[in-house]
């Protein structure tokens, strides 16, 4: 069973930046692919981003995300970072962070709001 734990979301302003932080914790593999996905109002979830397990991981992203925002990972800590520069109010969503392709159960995620 794995347990994940998101957080750092909140409210900022059109532009500004946030850093959100997935712990995870119980029976991973050594190895997993860790991505990060949101869910906006109405809307299904959708992938933002992923990393690979390797040291320097090779990164994946979204074409609405890209350029803005950077996923990284600190793998002595199981712990998944997304930092995300020049938000904009498309960008509000509950963010969660899973394997990918996702296979763990779900965590409560984080709320982003982004103001206009």
């Known amino acids: 069973q794995v347990h994940l734990v998101e957080s750092g979301g909140g409210l900022v302003p059109a532009g500004g930046s946030l850093r959100l932080s997935c712990a995870v914790s119980?029976?991973?593999?050594?190895?997993?692919?860790a991505g990060w996905f949101r869910q906006a109002p109405g809307k299904e979830r959708e992938f933002v981003s992923a990393?690979?397990?390797?040291?320097?991981?090779?990164?994946a992203y979204a074409d609405s995300v890209k350029g803005r925002f950077t996923i990284s990972r600190d793998n002595a800590q199981n712990t998944v970072y997304l930092h995300m520069n020049s938000l904009n109010p498309e960008d509000t969503a509950v963010y969660y962070c899973n394997r990918w392709p996702p296979g763990w159960d779900w965590g409560q995620g984080t709320q982003v709001t982004v103001s206009s």
């Open positions: 119980g029976r991973t593999s050594s190895d997993y692919v």
């Open positions: 990393i690979t397990w390797s040291s320097g991981g090779t990164a």
